[in-house]
């Protein structure tokens, strides 16, 4: 018990054994019983006013005023609702999409894994360190594991009760009635253990399933796979699956909502063990020199980071010692586990999110500025109220504390109804951005529903916001002259005045400097997104199909891959609707790129080109002209030392020299005579028109993986299926899945026509917040000053002098604000050009249109309040105060 | 209780009556009852304390820590609170006293005898 309860619970019986002790002495020195009684409840004065004053001893000072301060800043919101719920929206609207964006980052990065137990989680990488040349192969994450290192430090830990590896995102065929792409994960056969994720039916896998290689073809099938490829078949368990070309029996189906460990749906689990009949053709269990493994710890209990780095440090250390070749050095990055934990997403994530973040807090920033303007314009309304209370003899931070209390309940609140209305809608815009991503984007597994750390994060920019727009007109509010506010000369001349102007005149200059800056950028970004659209890649895209074929993956062998393709080209060529068909190593614009260093005779540096393996048909299917020399003949193939370049490679590699006959030579020593130069296109990257480029004759070498480019003249969707039907004709086994090449472009135009959607929102956000705050500074200060024009008007000004007055007024804190802003904006665009393709840095169209565009938003916002003191009269204005 | 004796009475000052009661707990722990007695036996009965008014400044002191208080039996055998000084209120009592005797000295020359003949 406290001392203070113990204190108030005893008083009832220490003012009764105090009256009975002196009554007991009034008794001895004579009186009656009734009487003493009576004087001793005399002598002790009002029983109830002392326990009174023993409560306000014993009260909590600083809770009871809040509490009063609560209910009072609540009465005075509630008494101008209007401004209340001006300002609440205004702060909704900045927490709110603060809170959403908050929440989408948080569920691609801080949310732990849908597992039981996620805490308990740790995602192992390393980070390799050669001295000299380094030649580790990687696969799909440079900061993974190979086989025997996984089992290195699974077998010699001392901190994990279990450590999973696994090969994510494996392309299979799944053969059933008809033939569908599925991506799998290959895992080790603690996964389902250690992540104590066991199956709704049938069972994970145990150690027996990964006893040898290559002997146990079990499966676990996702949920979601099985409702929708089986039609949730209740006898699936036990059955035979055919997954690139062999087949699988399942074993168990995943429990509804498991998708993997990684943000992409993998929808079946095999024994890493069946790595090689996953991928024919490639053994990655034997290779200790390739990262291909993730690793996942699961802790034990009370084991810390820290001992998890140390323990595993030290088998690190001796992989390095035994490491043959150059010496190598690893550094170990353990992360809690989450979707994002690999040293490599980090450093592409954690930029992109504080830009993101920093552009979302810019609009809380306007929203906050507004509210400040709102709260200094009712500041002067209340100025007789605090005066009041000063001259009563409150204290100066005492009244702090209750504006500031005031302010925090609006943005409390504000940030409460944002935030909800961010919960709710953030789950929907999520849906819409996935709907508009082209359509062989994998569907991501991100949960964007609020967890701790949103609702963190909420409550601290909550508390950020009613601070950062409270506290300025707080501390002005308080410091009062109070003789002339006790007068009632609300007019307040001369330095008052002006140094609320110049407060108002500040905000709303750094409000639309940061207008700007998002506007700017917003308008960057459009453009860029124009130039996308409207690009030439300079090779003819419409009315061709693609089919990528990678028949290795699909089980095939070089043979019978060869056999494919020949008699798949053949019969395609004979379908209806089909012009033209060829083929080549990467389809342009297919972000599939082959590059090499070449040596060119006369130079002693080789030099990096990316290059293609094309056939004869190529050039004259997608229109580019082969402006010197001559095409490939059919009886080119990869044999032939022949090469094709660009006009731009010719020019840069021969200056002023005839390229016809000249020679490139591989690193290898293999020499390639030019035969003809092809006008340049921008077949590899969006945007480089006059990279080097090379195109060599395509031949067997890449049979297992090859892009097939069909021009058709009919509609798309027939052609597609025709294509499908020949090739399954051949073999009923094989994928095709004919694109458009366009979709190809749309790839490339994807993120920045997100980017460009979303900035554009949030410029369009900032310029309606920005226009608020200048409408509401210009409408304050014409109400403040109604006699001051009063005066103008009587000694002889006109209504558009006024006005003209007025206007310049307001403007001049925008111009400056504007021209900080445009300066910032171009300080920075470098930074937006590197991220985004086709955007320029100093793009004049958008240095131009936007700062017009917001100066003539700001002049509309400025005139509307501005004709109300064109239209004063005088001897109303000069009466009413 | 005479009217004559009421009047002679003086109402305490503020502040002075923490004062008091450090003073008279200097001489050992107390209950309530018997604080109130002895400011008023010490002062020959012309200090009136409104026997009431001990107890805020009682929770007052105990809450500054510069009393404590714990159960006890009075001399008549009835329960009762015992107040002790703290080491923290010795020291304070020591600041207040120094405190006082300024201000009395202060009050005392201007009431001095050469002021009351100017006026």
């Known amino acids: 018990m406290t001392k203070r309860k113990r204190m108030l619970a005893d008083l009832e019986r220490d003012i009764r054994e105090h009256l009975e002790m002196e009554t007991q002495d009034n008794i001895d020195r004579g009186m009656s019983k009734g009487d003493a009684r009576h004087a001793a409840l005399l002598k002790f004065g009002n029983v109830t006013r002392v326990k009174e004053q023993i409560w306000e001893v014993w009260s909590v000072v600083w809770l009871e005023q809040l509490l009063q301060d609560v209910r009072f800043g609540i009465r005075t919101l509630l008494r101008s609702p209007g401004l209340t719920v001006a300002a609440m929206m205004a702060i909704a609207l900045g927490i709110g999409i603060n809170v959403g964006i908050f929440s989408v980052l948080n569920g691609l990065a801080l949310r732990l894994l849908p597992v039981p137990r996620a805490q308990e989680l740790v995602s192992v990488n390393q980070v390799l360190h050669f001295q000299g040349r380094g030649d580790r192969q990687i696969h799909n994450g440079e900061n993974w594991f190979s086989y025997s290192e996984y089992q290195d430090y699974r077998d010699h830990n001392h901190v994990f009760t279990g450590l999973v590896a696994y090969e994510p995102y494996i392309e299979a065929n799944l053969r059933d009635t008809d033939v569908r792409q599925v991506l799998g994960t290959a895992a080790s056969c603690n996964y389902f253990d250690v992540l104590i994720e066991h199956p709704s039916q049938g069972r994970g896998f145990v150690d027996s399933d990964c006893a040898s290689r290559g002997a146990n073809a079990v499966v676990v099938v996702s949920d979601d796979l099985w409702r929708g490829k089986f039609a949730s078949d209740p006898s699936l368990v036990g059955k035979k699956i055919v997954l690139n070309q062999t087949a699988y029996t399942v074993i168990g189906i995943a429990r509804p909502g498991f998708t993997g460990t990684e943000p992409i749906p993998s929808a079946f689990w095999a024994p890493l063990t069946m790595q090689q009949a996953l991928e024919p053709g490639v053994d990655r269990l034997s290779e200790d020199n390739m990262s291909w493994l993730a690793l996942l710890g699961r802790t034990r209990p009370g084991v810390t980071m820290e001992e998890v780095r140390a323990d595993l440090g030290v088998i690190a250390g001796r992989i390095d010692q035994s490491h043959a070749g150059p010496r190598r050095t690893t550094s170990l990055a353990i992360h809690a586990g989450t979707f994002f934990s690999s040293p490599e997403e980090r450093s592409f994530l954690i930029p992109v999110a504080s830009v993101v973040l920093g552009a979302f807090a810019l609009v809380l920033l306007i929203a906050c500025a507004n509210v400040a303007n709102l709260l200094l314009a009712r500041a002067s309304v209340r100025h007789k109220e605090i005066a009041l209370r000063l001259s009563m003899g409150a204290g100066r931070w005492r009244l702090v504390r209750q504006l500031l209390t005031e302010s925090l309940l609006l943005s409390l609140a504000g940030g409460t109804l944002g935030s909800v209305i961010a919960f709710w809608s953030f789950v929907r815009i999520m849906q819409l951005v996935t709907s508009h991503l082209p359509h062989d984007f994998p569907p991501l597994a991100v949960n964007v529903a609020p967890n701790l750390h949103v609702l963190a994060y909420a409550l601290a920019l909550s508390l950020f916001t009613g601070i950062a727009f409270g506290l300025v007109p707080a501390l002005r509010t308080s410091r009062l002259e109070l003789n002339s506010a006790m007068k009632g000369d609300g007019t307040q001349f001369g330095t008052a005045k002006r140094s609320g102007r110049f407060l108002l005149g500040t905000l709303v200059g750094s409000q639309v400097a940061v207008c700007m800056v998002l506007l700017l950028a917003a308008g960057l970004l459009l453009r860029g997104l124009y130039s996308a659209q409207t690009i030439d890649p300079g090779f003819e895209m419409k009315g061709v199909a693609t089919i990528f074929l990678n028949l290795e993956k699909q089980g095939y062998d070089p043979a019978h891959a060869t056999l494919f393709r020949q008699r798949f080209r053949e019969r395609i060529k004979g379908l209806p609707g089909v012009i033209e068909v060829a083929e080549a190593e990467c389809a342009p614009l297919s972000h599939d790129f082959s590059g090499s260093e070449f040596a060119v005779s006369g130079r002693p540096e080789t030099v990096p080109i990316e290059y293609n393996h094309v056939t004869p048909d190529y050039f004259s299917l997608l229109g580019i002209p082969i402006v010197r020399g001559r095409d490939f003949t059919p009886t080119e193939t990869h044999a032939a030392p022949r090469v094709i370049v660009t006009e731009s490679t010719a020019r840069r590699l021969w200056p002023g020299q005839d390229p016809l006959g000249k020679a490139v030579r591989e690193i290898s020593g293999r020499e390639y005579t030019v035969i003809g130069v092809a006008k340049d296109a921008q077949v590899a990257h969006l945007g480089q028109l006059d990279a080097n480029y090379l195109y060599f004759p395509a031949g067997t070498e890449d049979d297992s993986r090859s892009y097939v480019l069909v021009r058709y003249a009919t509609g798309f969707t027939e052609v597609a299926k025709s294509i499908r039907e020949a090739g399954q004709s051949i073999d009923p086994g094989v994928s095709i899945d004919a694109t458009r090449l366009e979709d190809y472009l749309e790839v490339w135009r994807a993120p920045s026509r997100i980017v460009a959607a979303l900035s554009g929102a949030l410029g369009g956000l900032a310029l309606l917040l920005c226009s608020i705050g200048v409408y509401g500074m210009v409408s304050y200060s014409v109400s403040r000053s109604v006699r001051d024009i009063g005066i103008r008007m009587a000694l002889g000004a006109d209504g558009a002098k006024v006005m003209r007055h007025v206007v310049w007024q307001a403007m001049r804190p925008v111009l400056i604000g504007a021209t900080i802003g445009a300066a910032l904006c171009a300080a920075v665009s470098g930074v937006l050009s590197s991220m985004m393709f086709g955007l320029g840095t100093h793009d004049p169209i958008a240095f131009i249109g936007m700062p017009v565009f917001l100066l003539a938003v700001a002049l509309a916002a400025t005139l509307i309040p501005g004709r109300r003191a064109m239209r004063v009269d005088p001897i109303v204005a000069l009466r009413c105060e | ?119």
């Open chain 2, 1 to 119: 209780m005479s009217t004559r004796e009421q009047n002679e009475r003086i109402e305490l000052l503020q502040g002075t009556l923490d004062l008091l009661i450090l003073r008279t707990l200097q001489r050992g722990p107390m209950h309530g009852h018997a604080i109130a007695k002895a400011i008023e036996f010490r002062s020959d009965e012309v200090l009136q304390v409104e026997q009431g008014s001990l107890y805020p400044a009682l929770h007052r002191l105990i809450k500054r820590r510069w009393i404590s208080a714990e159960d006890g039996t009075s001399e008549n055998n009835r329960r009762a609170k015992f107040y002790a000084l703290t080491s923290k209120g010795k020291r304070q009592l020591t600041v207040e006293t120094g405190k006082w005797d300024k201000l009395a000295r202060a009050i005392s020359q201007i009431l001095g005898p050469g002021e009351q003949e100017g006026a």
